[in-house]
């Protein structure tokens, strides 16, 4: 009767054991993926974030229209479901890609993405992604305009797709209506003084005329500050302007170079460019942020610190989801 009871013992041991590693197993194949954590690559490349920093700084110093680019690459990723480094990727011969669409038009400098990539591979290959770069070129980017230095999760893995068809869902566009506008930020968790924030980045750079011919032709706008529309007609000329032109108006005449809370005051004052930029001083559930960012500098600051971390953190790819891509205008399984 004991020897009996032993081998009980024992098998019911056997049974644990097994039924133990088993749910480990199962555990391990469905865990949740690893999430964003400050200074990612300390151990893998620890020199990672100083070397985006001396790229970014390298790039601005010998093309100083690169710091928007950084900036609104973090916006046009970020917001396309998945903060993936998916308007990074060239079209294939059945796909075309975000970067190249209608509604990316006036982007560039994707190059320099590439550029900082190839010094993060010869210090460590393979370790950093593409979506890091871009989301961490653009807080340095935003510092390099004047703006506030936005600690940064990073972590993120490369998306292999890039699809043109699904950004209609996803980005707002300029002259959509403020109920579209706020419910697609809200999508990501974003609120009314965030969004506010986000647009305030409408500081800097410059609006191509085809963005805002139609507030000009065949009559003026009248909504528009009578004072400004005269700059705006002399530098958009034509009522349909040459796409490949380089005609644009400058969003901020006062200073185009600088993030601040100038383009707060200029809304106000019926200066937007952008159908946006009006609906955005005139709303009432967006109006009483923007008079607190135009009197608020550091209130400004603050919310759009907030903002761009929300958008940074959108539904990344991490742990063993996506790939690091070698080369960033491509997925690894197309080079």
């Given at each position: 009767?004991?020897?009996?009871?032993?081998?009980?013992?024992?098998?019911?041991?056997?049974?644990?054991?097994?039924?133990?590693?088993?749910?480990?197993?199962?555990?391990?194949?469905?865990?949740?993926?690893?999430?964003?954590?400050?200074?990612?690559?300390?151990?893998?490349?620890?020199?990672?974030?100083?070397?985006?920093?001396?790229?970014?700084?390298?790039?601005?110093?010998?093309?100083?229209?690169?710091?928007?680019?950084?900036?609104?690459?973090?916006?046009?990723?970020?917001?396309?479901?998945?903060?993936?480094?998916?308007?990074?990727?060239?079209?294939?011969?059945?796909?075309?890609?975000?970067?190249?669409?209608?509604?990316?038009?006036?982007?560039?400098?994707?190059?320099?993405?590439?550029?900082?990539?190839?010094?993060?591979?010869?210090?460590?290959?393979?370790?950093?992604?593409?979506?890091?770069?871009?989301?961490?070129?653009?807080?340095?980017?935003?510092?390099?305009?004047?703006?506030?230095?936005?600690?940064?999760?990073?972590?993120?893995?490369?998306?292999?797709?890039?699809?043109?068809?699904?950004?209609?869902?996803?980005?707002?566009?300029?002259?959509?209506?403020?109920n579209v506008v706020l419910e697609r930020f809200a999508n990501i968790g974003i609120n009314a003084p965030g969004v506010v924030a986000l647009l305030g980045a409408h500081s800097v750079g410059r609006?191509?005329?085809?963005?805002?011919?139609?507030?000009?032709?065949?009559?003026?706008?009248?909504?528009?500050?009578?004072?400004?529309?005269?700059?705006?007609?002399?530098?958009?000329?034509?009522?349909?302007?040459?796409?490949?032109?380089?005609?644009?108006?400058?969003?901020?005449?006062?200073?185009?170079?600088?993030?601040?809370?100038?383009?707060?005051?200029?809304?106000?004052?019926?200066?937007?460019?952008?159908?946006?930029?009006?609906?955005?001083?005139?709303?009432?559930?967006?109006?009483?942020?923007?008079?607190?960012?135009?009197?608020?500098?550091?209130?400004?600051?603050?919310?759009?610190?907030?903002?761009?971390?929300?958008?940074?953190?959108?539904?990344?790819?991490?742990?063993?989801?996506?790939?690091?891509?070698?080369?960033c205008n491509l997925a690894n399984k197309n080079r």
């Amino acid at each position: 009767m004991v020897e009996g009871e032993s081998m009980g013992y024992r098998g019911l041991f056997f049974v644990v054991i097994f039924s133990l590693s088993a749910l480990s197993g199962f555990l391990a194949e469905n865990e949740e993926p690893a999430g964003l954590v400050m200074n990612y690559y300390k151990d893998t490349c620890p020199q990672a974030e100083d070397i985006i920093k001396e790229q970014v700084k390298l790039l601005y110093k010998r093309h100083k229209n690169t710091a928007f680019s950084w900036l609104r690459n973090i916006f046009h990723d970020c917001f396309v479901e998945s903060c993936d480094a998916s308007l990074l990727l060239d079209s294939t011969r059945r796909v075309l890609s975000e970067k190249e669409t209608d509604r990316s038009f006036g982007m560039r400098n994707f190059r320099y993405i590439e550029t900082i990539k190839e010094a993060l591979e010869r210090e460590c290959p393979g370790v950093v992604s593409c979506s890091d770069i871009l989301v961490l070129s653009a807080r340095d980017g935003i510092v390099s305009l004047g703006g506030p230095y936005i600690p940064l999760k990073t972590g993120r893995r490369d998306g292999r797709k890039s699809r043109a068809d699904i950004l209609e869902q996803h980005l707002p566009d300029h002259n959509e209506s403020m109920n579209v506008v706020l419910e697609r930020f809200a999508n990501i968790g974003i609120n009314a003084p965030g969004v506010v924030a986000l647009l305030g980045a409408h500081s800097v750079g410059r609006t191509h005329c085809v963005k805002l011919v139609h507030r000009l032709y065949p009559e003026v706008d009248p909504a528009l500050n009578p004072d400004h529309v005269e700059h705006m007609l002399h530098k958009c000329p034509d009522a349909i302007p040459d796409p490949k032109a380089v005609q644009y108006v400058r969003n901020d005449r006062g200073t185009p170079m600088k993030l601040d809370n100038n383009y707060y005051r200029n809304i106000l004052d019926n200066k937007g460019l952008l159908i946006v930029d009006h609906q955005l001083a005139t709303d009432k559930r967006t109006k009483p942020f923007v008079k607190k960012m135009a009197k608020s500098q550091d209130y400004f600051f603050k919310e759009f610190s907030r903002a761009i971390t929300i958008l940074s953190e959108n539904n990344p790819l991490t742990g063993t989801q996506g790939e690091i891509r070698k080369q960033c205008n491509l997925a690894n399984k197309n080079r």
